[in-house]
């Protein structure tokens, strides 16, 4: 999975041609991930996320949160490819191990952790009301240290095996963090229902940066021959 920042996103006189983060015109790259993936423990969130990423419907979607020394959380899913959304591709099947104690054994123990956002999952609730909806949205610690607060609500998967040096680079990103009055008018707000309380909530934590997944697919790992080749 290759990252990229896009510095001309968020201006407005970007070509309408450009609003696709998929062919922005002055990536800069940030480099290469590439995951591990725990197929015996999670088969079918593995098989899914292989399915996404071979696919290359995560070309193009943004970091859209990144809580620092925490984790980042990419994948929202949705029609707005204009606004960093990713659609399911075909041939994903239902996940059953979201409702499998089983599959939460697994926790939140280092940097780099690999796990389906399901209890910090961002998508809007019409999107996950569609009888076709599959999570596609998912988090990577940054570390320094566990995520405790993660554990029995996301199902992790896999563990970045190279490129820590570009989760590092993208938990170095600076982000929207509200002052303390700004935060208690909207714990007032949301105390008395108002709807607009969550949807300002959920620009917390937004990178100042555009952060994209610029590339993904899926590496084919050959076993080593057991014959010695012969010069």
């Known amino acids: 999975m290759d990252f990229s920042l896009c510095a001309s996103y968020l201006r407005s006189d970007r070509p309408l041609g450009a609003s696709d983060l998929s062919i922005c015109p002055d990536a800069e790259p940030l480099g290469r991930v590439v995951f591990g993936l725990y197929g015996r423990s999670v088969p079918i969130t593995v098989s899914n996320f292989r399915t996404i990423c071979a696919s290359a ?3 193009g979607s943004l970091v859209h949160k990144l ?3 925490q984790f980042f959380v990419a994948g929202k899913q949705g029609l707005r490819r204009d606004k960093g959304e990713v659609r399911p591709p075909p041939g994903l099947v239902r996940n059953v191990e979201t409702v499998n104690p089983k599959a939460f054994e697994l ?5 780099g952790t690999l796990s389906l956002c399901l209890g910090q999952n961002d998508d809007d609730d019409e999107v996950k009301l569609d009888p076709e909806y599959h999570n596609m949205e998912f988090l990577v610690t940054t570390g320094p240290g566990p995520c405790p ?3 029995n609500e996301n199902i992790v998967f896999g563990t970045v095996l190279e490129g820590m040096d570009v989760v590092t680079a993208i938990a170095s990103t600076p982000t929207y963090q509200p002052d303390e009055k700004i935060r208690q008018f909207n714990d007032f707000a949301a105390f008395i229902g108002d709807e607009r309380a969550q949807v300002a909530r959920s620009t917390w934590n937004r990178p100042l940066k555009t952060v994209y997944i ?3 697919g899926e590496l084919k790992v050959t076993k080593p021959s057991l014959t010695p080749t012969l010069p």
């Open 107 to 111: 926790k939140h123990v280092r940097p």
């Open 149 to 151: 607060q993660l554990d």
């Open 67 to 69: 809580l620092p020394g």
């Open 57 to 59: 419907s995560y070309r």
């Open 214 to 216: 610029s590339n993904c």
